[in-house]
Nanobody
C-alpha cells in the first residue's frame, strides 16, 4: 500500500491563495489532484500532468490553479491555488498510480488506485 501525504490546506478569504503539497515515498508514480465539495457524492479531478508533460486542468480551476512537481526526484507534487473562491471549498486529495496515465485520462478517478486522506480547504466570502 502506497502512503500519500497531503499538506497545506487551511482557511482563507475569497481571493486568497494556498499551496498544497503531496509526497510519495519513491519515484515511478503518476500523481494528480482531486477534490470533493461538501454535500457532493463524487471526487472531481482538477489538475494533473498528461504524458506529453503538459498540465491538464478542470475548467473551474483553469487559470487560477497550477500543478507542479519537484524537478529531480518526482516524488512531490504541488498545487498552487490562487484567487480562491467559496466554490473551491472542498476536501482536496492527491492520488497516484504506478506508471503514466493514458493521455486524456489524467483527470479520471478510476485511473488512480492510491489516495491520500485529504486536506481541507475552506474559502470564506
Amino acid at each position: 500500500q502506497v502512503q500519500l501525504e497531503e499538506s497545506g490546506g487551511g482557511s482563507v478569504q475569497s481571493g486568497g491563495s494556498l499551496r498544497l503539497s503531496c509526497s510519495v515515498p519513491e519515484r515511478g508514480y503518476w500523481m494528480s489532484w482531486f477534490r470533493q465539495a461538501p454535500g457532493t457524492a463524487g471526487r472531481e479531478g482538477i489538475a494533473a500532468f498528461s504524458t506529453t508533460g503538459s498540465p491538464s486542468y478542470a475548467r473551474p480551476v483553469k487559470g487560477r490553479f497550477t500543478i507542479s512537481r519537484d524537478g529531480t526526484k518526482n516524488t512531490q507534487y504541488f498545487l498552487q491555488m490562487n484567487d480562491l473562491k467559496p466554490d473551491d471549498t472542498a476536501m482536496y486529495y492527491c492520488a497516484a498510480k504506478q506508471g503514466p496515465v493514458p493521455l486524456a485520462y489524467e483527470l479520471g478517478i478510476s485511473e488512480y488506485p492510491f489516495w491520500g486522506r485529504g486536506t481541507q480547504v475552506t474559502v470564506s466570502a
